[in-house]
Every structure is written in structure tokens, then in C-alpha cells.
């Protein structure tokens, strides 16, 4: 007989309740391999997302024992320490059914963040050279391999209590364009990101920089962009 | 005034109170170490330009600096709608700016 652990997961939408299944324990099971389980073995009609398996695409994440988490990369032994798994829906975003939820504010507030690149040059223009080790490249290598998961953006409590603030994915992503020194529009990027409920609205409190599964710090690219704005006041940008 | 002025002013503001804090502490610690009066004191800041010049500085960075912090904090908490919290922080503003500079005013030249 195999070992199995009670998973309570939440069925419906905002709407809902717990449904328990019990799961048969493999090794080195994860969160994603026991939702994959109970879809297959147990229940078809669960929802969740999932496509990559192995932390590139961003979009298999959980409130996994009430934390945010990548679930195709988190080992069941890891976080089930008391033998039980409780599985819900990322929070600060729209719940569709199960475990699904609605990505679209998150991503419109990409859009409104302003994170869109603008060149300077046309096709037939010389490429032009970004250094890899300067300062400014650096900064953005800190920030640039996010992966959209929103685990950040479910982390943040200012997202929990202002539906206006932009998040920090959204913000971190701004940080790495103010670092592209082949961007054209540097200063009306650093208005947006100066917007109400942008980088004025984080407390440095660190949630996001926490739980982002890929180890990047949202919390440093938010500082770094008020910092950017302080220093524009030299170039008399108030 | 726009967000980004606003952050602006809060960094610079910020950079201004913590010497000023740190001085302040310092002057505290000089007049409890030397044991002196309040009588005392009045007597050594009184009609001294430079000390009502660094207090007045003083009020006017923290007059700035605290509403823009609490305007974000309150925004959150989401009792008031944001134009009325803007509104609410004005008149902190004026009202801490007034108490304050009235107070170093009232110590260096005597009430008004
Ligand atoms: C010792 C003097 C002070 C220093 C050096 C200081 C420094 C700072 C700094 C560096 C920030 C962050 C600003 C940013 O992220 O751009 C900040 C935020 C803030 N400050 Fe001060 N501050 C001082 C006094 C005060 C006082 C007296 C208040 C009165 C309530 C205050 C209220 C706030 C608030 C509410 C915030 C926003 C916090 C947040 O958004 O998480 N500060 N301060
Ligand atoms: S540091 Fe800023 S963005 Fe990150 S969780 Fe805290 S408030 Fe949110
Ligand atoms: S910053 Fe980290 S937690 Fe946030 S969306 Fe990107 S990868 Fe996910
Ligand atoms: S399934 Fe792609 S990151 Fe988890």
C-alpha cells in the first residue's frame, strides 16, 4: 500500500469550497505532479494551468499552504511538513474556477506600467553596442528573467489594498527598460512609472522579493527607479 | 503637483531630516549632559538667528516630507476616496507647517 496525503483543494470560484482528495505519495513529487494526479485519476473537471513543467513559462503558480509558488517546481516533501497540502487559487486576482484565475489585470497593468521598448534607430542603421559590463547593464541583468508568474504580484499586500497600485512585476520589468540605454523615451518611462499607483505607492517591505521563485528583487528595481527619478532632477526633471 | 515631484520631494526631504534628527539628538544630549534649565536654553537660542534658521528648516522638511508618506499609506487603508485624502494631506501639511514654524518663532523672538 502506498502512502497517501490529504490534499484540500478549492473548488468553484469566488464562490467555492474546499474539496479533500487523497493522493498516493511518489518521490520527488511536486504541487503540479499531485493537481495532474487528481485531474487524471480523480477528477476531470479540475481546473489549473500549467505548460512548461520546468520554471520557464510562468504560469503554474498556487497559493500553495497559503504561500504564492511556482507549483512545477516545488517539491511536495518541501512544504507538506505537517502531512497535509492546501491548495487555492493565486491571490489579488480574479478567481475563474478552481485554481485557475483571471491573469488580465496583472497584464494590463504591464501594458499600463509603460514597460514597452521604443528604439532610436531604424533597420538600416549600425547596431548598437551595449556593453555587458557596464552599470546599467548589470542593473538590468539583475531583473530581466522574469517569468510573468505573478507570484510577486500575489505576495504584495499594497496590490491586496490599492487595486490601483501597479505591482511589482510590472515595475520591475520598467526598471530593466530605464537600463536600456537604446531606449528613446527614458523620462516619459519614468513618468510612468512615477504614476499614481506606481513605484510612489511600495514600502520597501520586501514580500515580493521573498517569494519570486526565480530569486529576483523587485523591491531593489522599485528603489532603483525612485532613486532614477531623484537623479533626473539633475537633468531638471521635477 | 505631479506623482513624480512628489517622490522627489520625499527623497529630498528625507535627506534633509536625517542630519537634522541627528543634530537635534545632539543638541538634546548637550543640554542634559551640561544639566541646563529651560530657562537656560531660552536664553542661549533666544533672538539666535541660525538656531531658528535650522529648526524652521527643520519644520518645513518634515511638513513635506510626513504627508507624502502617510497620502500613500492612506490611499491603501481606502476609507477615503483619493482626491479627499489628497485634500486631508494638504492641510496636514499647512497645519504642521504653521504649528511648527509658530513654535520655533514663539522660542527665538517670544509669543506672537
Ligand atoms: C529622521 C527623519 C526621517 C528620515 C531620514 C526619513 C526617511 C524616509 C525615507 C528614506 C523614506 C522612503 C522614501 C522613498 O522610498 O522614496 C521615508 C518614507 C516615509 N516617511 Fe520618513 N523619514 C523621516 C521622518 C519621518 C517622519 C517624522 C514621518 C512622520 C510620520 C515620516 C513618515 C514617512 C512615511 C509615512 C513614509 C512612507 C513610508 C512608506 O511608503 O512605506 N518620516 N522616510
Ligand atoms: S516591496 Fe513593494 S512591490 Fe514588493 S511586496 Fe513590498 S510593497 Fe509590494
Ligand atoms: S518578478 Fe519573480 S515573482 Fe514576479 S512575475 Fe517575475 S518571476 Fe514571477
Ligand atoms: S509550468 Fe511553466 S513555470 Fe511551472
Redesign the pocket.
Known amino acids: 500500500m502506498t502512502d497517501t496525503i490529504p490534499v484540500r483543494v478549492w473548488r468553484g470560484g469566488d464562490a467555492g469550497a474546499f474539496q479533500t482528495f487523497d493522493v498516493a505519495l511518489r518521490d520527488n513529487q511536486t504541487v503540479l505532479d499531485i493537481v495532474t494526479d487528481i485531474q487524471r485519476r480523480q477528477d476531470p473537471t479540475l481546473s489549473y494551468r500549467f505548460a512548461c513543467r520546468v520554471g520557464v513559462c510562468g504560469s503554474c503558480a498556487m497559493t500553495v499552504n497559503g504561500v504564492p509558488r511556482w507549483t512545477c517546481r516545488t517539491h511536495v516533501a518541501k512544504v507538506a511538513a505537517e502531512g497535509v497540502l492546501t491548495l487555492e487559487p493565486l491571490r489579488n486576482l480574479p478567481r475563474l474556477k478552481d485554481l485557475a484565475v483571471d491573469m488580465t489585470p496583472f497584464f494590463d497593468k504591464w501594458q499600463k506600467a509603460g514597460g514597452t521598448f521604443e528604439g532610436r534607430k531604424t533597420r538600416d542603421d549600425a547596431v548598437d553596442p551595449v556593453k555587458p559590463g557596464s552599470r546599467a547593464r548589470k542593473a538590468a541583468d539583475a531583473a530581466i528573467e522574469c517569468i510573468n508568474c505573478a507570484v510577486c504580484y500575489a505576495a504584495c499586500d499594497v496590490v491586496d489594498w490599492d487595486p490601483d497600485y501597479l505591482g511589482p512585476a510590472a515595475l520591475n520589468r520598467v526598471w530593466t527598460l530605464v537600463n536600456d540605454r537604446r531606449h528613446a523615451r527614458r523620462s516619459d518611462t519614468l513618468d510612468k512609472a512615477a504614476q499614481s499607483g506606481g513605484c510612489?505607492?511600495?514600502?520597501?517591505?520586501g514580500a515580493c522579493m521573498r517569494h519570486c521563485p526565480v530569486g529576483l528583487s523587485p523591491t531593489e528595481s522599485i528603489?532603483g527607479l525612485?532613486r532614477a527619478l531623484l537623479f533626473s532632477l539633475l537633468g531638471g526633471r521635477l | 503637483m505631479s506623482e513624480r515631484s512628489l517622490?522627489v520631494l520625499?527623497?529630498l526631504t528625507?535627506?534633509v531630516?536625517?542630519p537634522?534628527?541627528i543634530a537635534h539628538v545632539a543638541v538634546i544630549a548637550i543640554a542634559f549632559r551640561d544639566g541646563l534649565t529651560a530657562g537656560e536654553i531660552l536664553g542661549r537660542v533666544q533672538d539666535n538667528v541660525g538656531w531658528a534658521a535650522f529648526y524652521a528648516l527643520f519644520v518645513i522638511a518634515?511638513a513635506v516630507?510626513?504627508p507624502?508618506?502617510?497620502r500613500?499609506?492612506l490611499v491603501e487603508w481606502g476609507a477615503l476616496p483619493r482626491r479627499m485624502v489628497d485634500i486631508v494631506m494638504a492641510a496636514f501639511a499647512v497645519l504642521l507647517l504653521i504649528t511648527g514654524l509658530r513654535a520655533v518663532f514663539a522660542v527665538v523672538w517670544g509669543a506672537p
Do not use: P
Request: proline share 0%; glycine share 8%.
Open positions: 510612489g505607492s511600495c514600502h520597501s517591505q528603489a525612485k | 517622490i520625499q527623497r528625507a535627506m531630516l536625517a537634522c534628527v518634515a516630507h510626513a507624502i508618506g502617510l500613500s499609506v
